[in-house]
């Protein structure tokens, strides 16, 4: 048996955390539990492992060949959902660190935020939802969790990953759902899970306008009325008044995420001392710069979302959901074993869906071509 007594391991890091982090923080010795219990790591938090866990599923690797805003393998310097929820990691662990609380769970909620993502982004999400109205919809942060609750199958006495009742419930963010009906979930949505959702918005919001930029779609003089980014342009030019655009656009895109992530910890910080009781609304930008991020949001959807290229690129991806949908409703025994092991149990219209919310973009394109349509 190893003896672990003299490294940093599972005891001590708990005891760190009871020292150093806030009152309002989740602490793994205090974590709710798994459904299937389970004997702690020696080395590692139950947050940590539930981070390993998510690392180590499939899920977690198709992230790489899906869409975010632009259908993945159309570039190579284009986020893919992968480097997104990298990002969003990153964002979401200096927050949670500055602000005391546990960094781990918000690094775990990070990396499995966007894993209930079927293809082809948002348009393969809604053409889903559609098909799906008589069976119940569907909605990637509750296909998140049912991945990590019951589509990954690697471990020998359960489905799923078992994960903490406080990661599932991070998973599952701020919309409504009934909690009751989920079994061995967190009500309270922890800080770390908000902070993760606020991580999103700051590192869609900017990346988006650094790919729609890149990709020629979103020009920069198109930007200058959006108080935001002028601002943020014109402090990068008063320092480096030479300098190409390429690189403006590069120091602009890394100020506003500092300027972003400031302003949430500072503001936060001055709610939590305020109030000193948190909410599921805690984390949040404040009003006047909610009013400055909803600008570029609706900047976006004008000028990007809904820019003829994205909309044609969106309306091919969901002809080939719903052929998808059709030609494996109407044979369900072409899907992979492991999901149609689970018709009888799930139905087969919801296991179609998980299968083919599980494909990724070239997958769904491959499959497409040699299947369903042509
Ligand atoms: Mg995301």
Redesign the pocket.
């Known amino acids: 048996m190893t003896n672990f007594n003299n490294l940093f391991n599972r005891q001590s890091q708990e005891q760190q955390e009871k020292s150093g982090l806030a009152p309002y923080a989740c602490h793994s010795s205090n974590s709710i539990g798994r459904l299937y219990k389970e004997d702690e790591h020696p080395i590692r938090t139950c947050y940590q492992r539930d981070r390993d866990r998510i690392i180590h599923s499939t899920a977690f690797r198709r992230l790489n060949g899906k869409t975010q805003v632009f259908v993945a393998n159309t570039g190579d310097h284009y986020r893919t ?1 992968l480097t ?2 990298l990002e ?1 990691a990153q964002i979401a662990r200096s927050i949670s660190r500055m602000l005391r609380l546990n960094e781990d769970l918000s690094e775990a909620v990070a990396l499995a ?2 894993i209930g993502h079927p293809p082809f982004g948002h348009a393969g999400e809604r053409v889903l939802d559609e098909l799906m109205q008589p069976y119940g919809g569907f909605e990637h942060n509750r296909q998140a969790l049912r991945m990590v609750d019951l589509l990954e199958t690697r471990y020998p006495d359960y489905s799923g990953l078992n994960l903490t009742a406080e990661t599932r419930r991070g998973i599952l963010k701020k919309k409504n759902y009934d909690l009751k009906s989920i079994p061995g979930i967190a009500h309270q949505l922890p800080l770390e899970a908000q902070v993760v959702d606020i991580a ?1 918005e700051i ?2 919001t900017t990346h988006d306008l650094d790919d729609g930029i890149e990709s020629g779609l979103l020009s920069l003089s198109g930007l200058e009325d959006i108080p935001l980014w002028r601002d943020a342009v014109n402090a990068v030019c008063e320092h480096y008044p030479d300098l190409d655009e390429k690189r403006i656009r590069i120091r602009v895109i890394s100020r506003l995420i500092n300027e972003l992530v400031n302003h949430i910890v500072t503001y936060t910080f001055q709610q939590l001392s305020t109030h000193r009781s948190f909410d599921d609304n805690t984390i949040s930008f404040s009003p006047e710069w909610n009013e400055k991020i909803a600008q570029v949001r609706k900047f976006l959807f004008a000028n990007l979302y809904r820019h003829p290229r994205v909309v044609q690129s969106n309306s091919r991806s969901d002809e080939i959901v719903r052929q998808l949908f059709a030609h494996y409703c109407g044979k369900p025994d072409l899907m992979s074993p492991s999901y149609r092991m689970r018709i009888e149990t799930e139905g087969l219209e919801r296991s179609v869906a998980d299968f083919i919310a599980g494909m990724t973009d070239r997958y769904a394109e491959e499959d497409w071509k040699a299947n369903a349509g042509m």
């Open positions: 959902r997104h929820t969003v935020h966007d999103d590192s869609y």
